[in-house]
């Protein structure tokens, strides 16, 4: 017997005895491995990288002032982890990856170089503190990293001062206490912190330097406008702007400023207000411009004004004196409210909606988007079996067809159901997506057409699979069973031969054997069972079966994915695991945030990987394409997609 960390290798039965949370879990290795098998072998990383060609998706249900066109032709805004400079003439992405846990905060330096972005504090708080990362949007170098163990919650608002060149950063953070904070941003490697105080003891959504006067900041939120002073000694006043007569609003929610340095505020009950220049009085008041909240204002370089409502999706054009052009503007309610307006290219706008989507346009020719998202949890992903495309699926009940070499949404079908887990019969014209709810579905890839639905429990479908003669269908529950469809004729057909019980927890992976004869199934609570499909009986005798090939290997625990549960794995780490088409290489995703990159087989309990951050949550599935050109993840929460070149 030989061991490492947590494995033991028994040379006599040809089996690795792996221990997960303590529990022992019985490998057994295939006949042309197994008298040679090594276990403190080390397995090398593979001599193919991965490289980020493409991030889907965009935040703005829950983020403000976070897009903005940069001098390069570029938009820049973020989703994840992940920066993203998108050039949408030229069809091509950069991305900033330099944070650890989700962006919140954009800003844009006066000199239209420089970038600053705030991140939240992340799951393990010792790597991923709140800071604040000032980077170079042309080399993509980071200039300073700010605040880190300085903020406790995440940084919501970030501004770089404006009349002085940029030389301060303001900064608030969504701790209890919200506390604003000035920084000289360019002082030694963390910059110095000129001062900090309490902001409010409501939530503060906006905070932005005045454009003219240097030391002048703007904050709004919650029933609040606050005209704030730095005086010479660094120390913070406050004034709170004056309803007077007039009602107060629930939130003041964005600001902008005239050319002549007046502050304005768009607030909750749809209302403009003009605050005179170095007042906190009211000089000018426009009632209900918005049916709702107005999301966003934007300053236009001719001094003209555009106000975003959320609720009623219309642009609203006033002139450089502000006064009503009667020009408006409308977005499609199926993109989300208005969430971001700011000037693009000559007279076109970009606006962000709570839709996570991006569209550009212009008053006159209408709006148009360029980028779309999932706006809910992230699980159902599968790759075409013989097209560049790929769907995912998720807890907004969207089933998404997309393009991963146009980068472009082929279709987009609400199917009025939190979507699980998703995947492509065999020869990719059906599409299965399971549900929450116990309830599953089968629809036209081309046509997008509902041809079966059926349920299984009440409780998720956390996989489904197609076998390789697309002859079965195989369902993973959360109610611990396999349940086993044949298909008969056009996929309209669905008889179900059986349930395969036998599992204690919930069904995580199913993978089919090649001659679609045999399943195995992994559980919650890292049990590896084997079935015969036509059958639907557990195959008692793993050894017997260790040299069935796979079609397969979503798996994370199998004979061949031992490297990838790193020492003390608790058996939660490891969400996903892909295996390229020619047996290769094998993605993971895990509850980390990372993607990594093993040799094909990870057989070894020491396999050496490439590892790659960008999502900000649990990587909840990982694919490659059908020709291995690429690798699509998926982040649990951070709704985004990544698509990564394998080089």
Same mark, same amino acid.
């Given at each position: 017997?030989?061991?490492?960390?947590?494995?033991?290798?028994?040379?006599?039965?040809?089996?690795?005895?792996?221990?997960?949370?303590?529990?022992?879990?019985?490998?057994?290795?295939?006949?042309?491995?197994?008298?040679?098998?090594?276990?403190?072998?080390?397995?090398?990383?593979?001599?193919?990288?991965?490289?980020?060609?493409?991030?889907?998706?965009?935040?703005?249900?829950?983020?403000?002032?976070?897009?903005?066109?940069?001098?390069?032709?570029?938009?820049?805004?973020?989703?994840?982890?992940?920066?993203?400079?998108?050039?949408?003439?030229?069809?091509?992405?950069?991305?900033?990856?330099?944070?650890?846990?989700?962006?919140?905060?954009?800003?844009?330096?006066?000199?239209?170089?420089?970038?600053?972005?705030?991140?939240?504090?992340?799951?393990?708080?010792?790597?991923?503190?709140?800071?604040?990362?000032?980077?170079?949007?042309?080399?993509?170098?980071?200039?300073?990293?700010?605040?880190?163990?300085?903020?406790?919650?995440?940084?919501?608002?970030?501004?770089?001062?404006?009349?002085?060149?940029?030389?301060?950063?303001?900064?608030?953070?969504?701790?209890?206490?919200?506390?604003?904070?000035?920084?000289?941003?360019?002082?030694?490697?963390?910059?110095?912190?000129?001062?900090?105080?309490?902001?409010?003891?409501?939530?503060?959504?906006?905070?932005?330097?005045?454009?003219?006067?240097? !030391?002048?900041?703007?904050?709004?939120?919650?029933?609040?406008?606050?005209?704030?002073?730095?005086?010479?000694?660094?120390?913070?006043?406050?004034?709170?702007?004056?309803?007077?007569?007039?009602?107060?609003?629930?939130?003041?929610?964005?600001?902008?400023?005239?050319?002549?340095?007046?502050?304005?505020?768009?607030?909750?009950?749809?209302?403009?207000?003009?605050? !005179?220049?170095?007042?906190?009085?009211?000089?000018?008041?426009?009632?209900?411009?918005?049916?709702?909240?107005?999301?966003?204002?934007?300053?236009?370089?001719?001094?003209?004004?555009?106000?975003?409502?959320?609720?009623?999706?219309?642009?609203?054009?006033?002139?450089?004196?502000?006064?009503?052009?009667?020009?408006?503007?409308?977005?499609?309610?199926?993109?989300?409210?208005?969430?971001?307006?700011?000037?693009?290219?000559?007279?076109?706008?970009?606006?962000?909606?709570?839709?996570?989507?991006?569209?550009?346009?212009?008053?006159?020719?209408?709006?148009?988007?360029?980028?779309?998202?999932?706006?809910?949890?992230?699980?159902?992903?599968?790759?075409?079996?013989?097209?560049?495309?790929?769907?995912?699926?998720?807890?907004?009940?969207?089933?998404?067809?997309?393009?991963?070499?146009?980068?472009?949404?082929?279709?987009?079908?609400?199917?009025?159901?939190?979507?699980?887990?998703?995947?492509?019969?065999?020869?990719?014209?059906?599409?299965?997506?399971?549900?929450?709810?116990?309830?599953?579905?089968?629809?036209?890839?081309?046509?997008?057409?509902?041809?079966?639905?059926?349920?299984?429990?009440?409780?998720?479908?956390?996989?489904?699979?197609?076998?390789?003669?697309?002859?079965?269908?195989?369902?993973?529950?959360?109610?611990?069973?396999?349940?086993?469809?044949?298909?008969?004729?056009? !996929?309209?057909?669905?008889?179900?031969?059986?349930?395969?019980?036998?599992?204690?927890?919930?069904?995580?992976?199913?993978?089919?054997?090649?001659?679609?004869?045999?399943?195995?199934?992994?559980?919650?609570?890292?049990?590896?069972?084997?079935?015969?499909?036509?059958?639907?009986?557990?195959?008692?005798?793993?050894?017997?079966?260790?040299?069935?090939?796979?079609?397969?290997?979503?798996?994370?625990?199998?004979?061949?994915?031992?490297?990838?549960?790193?020492?003390?794995?608790?058996?939660?780490?490891?969400?996903?695991?892909?295996?390229?088409?020619?047996?290769?290489?094998?993605?993971?995703?895990?509850?980390?945030?990372?993607?990594?990159?093993?040799?094909?087989?990870?057989?070894?309990?020491?396999?050496?990987?490439?590892?790659?951050?960008?999502?900000?949550?649990?990587?909840?599935?990982?694919?490659?394409?059908?020709?291995?050109?690429?690798?699509?993840?998926?982040?649990?929460?951070?709704?985004?997609?990544?698509?990564?070149?394998?080089?």
């Amino acid at each position: 017997m030989s061991s490492t960390h947590t494995a033991t290798y028994n040379e006599e039965e040809g089996a690795l005895k792996l221990f997960l949370r303590g529990r022992p879990i019985i490998l057994y290795a295939p006949s042309d491995v197994r008298d040679n098998f090594d276990i403190s072998k080390v397995s090398p990383a593979p001599n193919r990288k991965l490289k980020l060609d493409w991030v889907y998706g965009y935040r703005g249900k829950d983020c403000r002032s976070n897009l903005y066109q940069l001098p390069t032709g570029e938009m820049a805004y973020f989703v994840a982890a992940a920066v993203v400079l998108y050039n949408p003439d030229e069809q091509c992405q950069r991305h900033y990856l330099g944070h650890t846990d989700d962006v919140k905060s954009l800003a844009i330096h006066p000199n239209k170089l420089l970038v600053a972005t705030g991140q939240c504090a992340g799951h393990d708080r010792r790597e991923a503190l709140p800071h604040i990362r000032v980077w170079n949007s042309v080399s993509l170098a980071t200039v300073a990293v700010i605040g880190a163990g300085e903020f406790t919650g995440s940084v919501n608002c970030i501004s770089f001062s404006r009349a002085d060149g940029g030389s301060l950063l303001t900064a608030i953070d969504d701790s209890p206490e919200k506390i604003i904070s000035v920084w000289d941003w360019q002082k030694g490697e963390k910059g110095l912190r000129v001062t900090e105080t309490r902001c409010s003891v409501d939530t503060v959504v906006a905070g932005e330097f005045h454009p003219l006067d240097r !030391s002048q900041i703007i904050t709004v939120g919650k029933g609040h406008v606050a005209f704030w002073t730095l005086d010479q000694n660094g120390t913070l006043y406050k004034r709170m702007g004056v309803f007077e007569s007039r009602e107060k609003p629930k939130y003041v929610t964005c600001i902008a400023f005239t050319q002549s340095g007046d502050v304005i505020t768009g607030d909750s009950n749809g209302n403009i207000i003009v605050w !005179s220049r170095g007042t906190n009085t009211i000089s000018r008041f426009f009632k209900k411009v918005h049916d709702g909240s107005i999301f966003s204002l934007c300053t236009l370089k001719d001094g003209g004004l555009i106000s975003g409502g959320g609720k009623d999706g219309r642009l609203v054009l006033f002139d450089s004196e502000m006064n009503r052009s009667g020009v408006e503007g409308f977005v499609e309610p199926h993109f989300g409210a208005i969430r971001v307006v700011s000037e693009g290219k000559g007279s076109q706008l970009l606006i962000g909606t709570t839709r996570n989507c991006i569209l550009i346009g212009s008053f006159d020719l209408g709006f148009n988007p360029v980028v779309m998202g999932h706006v809910d949890e992230l699980w159902g992903l599968a790759a075409h079996p013989n097209m560049a495309q790929f769907v995912t699926g998720g807890f907004d009940q969207l089933l998404q067809l997309w393009d991963s070499l146009s980068h472009s949404v082929v279709w987009s079908k609400d199917i009025g159901e939190h979507i699980q887990s998703c995947a492509f019969s065999p020869d990719g014209e059906y599409i299965a997506v399971g549900g929450i709810s116990g309830r599953w579905m089968v629809f036209d890839t081309t046509s997008r057409e509902l041809l079966a639905q059926l349920s299984d429990g009440q409780e998720p479908i956390q996989t489904i699979k197609f076998s390789p003669d697309g002859q079965f269908l195989a369902i993973g529950s959360r109610d611990n069973s396999v349940y086993i469809y044949q298909i008969n004729g056009n !996929s309209r057909r669905f008889a179900r031969v059986g349930r395969c019980s036998g599992h204690s927890s919930y069904i995580k992976h199913i993978d089919w054997s090649e001659d679609s004869q045999v399943i195995r199934s992994n559980s919650g609570d890292y049990e590896i069972l084997f079935w015969n499909a036509s059958t639907c009986r557990q195959i008692t005798s793993a050894s017997s079966l260790r040299d069935v090939k796979w079609a397969s290997q979503t798996c994370t625990l199998s004979f061949n994915t031992v490297g990838i549960w790193p020492e003390h794995a608790d058996g939660t780490d490891v969400n996903s695991a892909a295996r390229s088409n020619d047996s290769t290489i094998l993605a993971s995703g895990d509850d980390f945030g990372k993607v990594k990159l093993y040799s094909f087989p990870a057989a070894q309990p020491k396999s050496l990987c490439h590892l790659y951050g960008g999502h900000s949550s649990h990587v909840t599935a990982v694919e490659f394409l059908c020709d291995d050109t690429r690798v699509i993840s998926t982040g649990g929460n951070d709704t985004s997609v990544m698509q990564w070149t394998v080089i």
